[in-house]
């Protein structure tokens, strides 16, 4: 079981978009659409942004959206704010009753 | 609204065993749509699974932790916890426990996370 791949940052300038991939393998995130995605502020507890992929719980903007293509899920944060900065971490069942967890990617708005 | 609780000791002695309990508030821990988890994170890391139990005290662990993990539940307290065993400086980390929903997988509601340091 091997973490997820995230790029260590991506950047952007408020209002653009911008894009962080998770890859996977065909025995997670290719096989099952159970990815989601936590923000986490320095010194916070990480919060649920998206879950199985595409579905936001309530509260979380409209501005964030998952999807999922092969052996690799995206996170598009569009809009970006002041307040997107931060740690981006993508989860996925990785069979057998186990879950895996990106390297996490922090994002800085410009 | 949810809440998690994480509480122990901060400072663990290497070899010694690291044990955690987590109160739940707002829901009971009795619930059949999740299961309860523990996640850590060394200081500058990322997020690690160390594993999940059910009301039932059925657990599932990361496979690179099994040996050294155990959990429990304590349903009259709304409680579960985490024992890690022959604890190493590289265990040091915050540990955060939060409610994983059954199925799908994705925790929905934290802790605020505790920090344990290994040391002598």
């Known amino acids: 079981q091997s973490a997820l791949t995230q790029p260590a940052s991506v950047s952007g300038s408020p209002g653009q978009s911008i894009t962080i991939s998770c890859t996977g393998t065909?025995?997670?995130?290719?096989?099952?659409?159970?990815v989601s995605w936590y923000q986490q502020h320095p010194g916070k507890a990480p919060k649920l942004m998206i879950y199985e992929v595409i579905k936001r719980p309530s509260g979380v903007s409209n501005r964030f959206s998952g999807s999922k293509s092969g052996n690799t899920a995206s996170l598009t944060i569009s809009g970006l704010q002041a307040g997107d900065e931060a740690h981006y971490y993508c989860s996925s069942y990785a069979g057998g009753s186990t879950l895996v967890f990106g390297g996490g990617t922090y994002l800085t708005v410009l | 609204q949810v809440q998690l609780q994480e509480s122990g000791p901060g400072l663990v002695k290497p070899s010694q065993t690291l044990s955690l309990t987590c109160t739940v508030s707002g829901d009971s821990i009795t619930s059949g749509n999740y299961y309860w988890g523990w996640i850590r994170q060394p200081a500058g890391k990322g997020l690690e699974w160390i594993g999940r139990?059910?009301?039932?005290?059925?657990?599932n662990y990361n496979p690179s932790l099994k040996s050294r993990v155990t959990m429990s539940i304590a349903t009259s307290k709304n409680q579960f916890s985490l024992n890690l065993k022959s604890v190493t400086a590289a265990d040091t980390a915050i540990y955060y426990c939060?409610?994983?929903?059954?199925?799908?997988?994705?925790?929905?509601?934290w802790g605020q996370g505790t920090l344990v340091t290994v040391s002598s």
């Open positions: 139990i059910y009301t039932s005290g059925n657990t």
């Open positions: 939060a409610r994983l929903k059954s199925y799908y997988y994705y925790f929905d509601y």
């Open positions: 065909s025995s997670d995130v290719g096989i099952y659409d159970l």
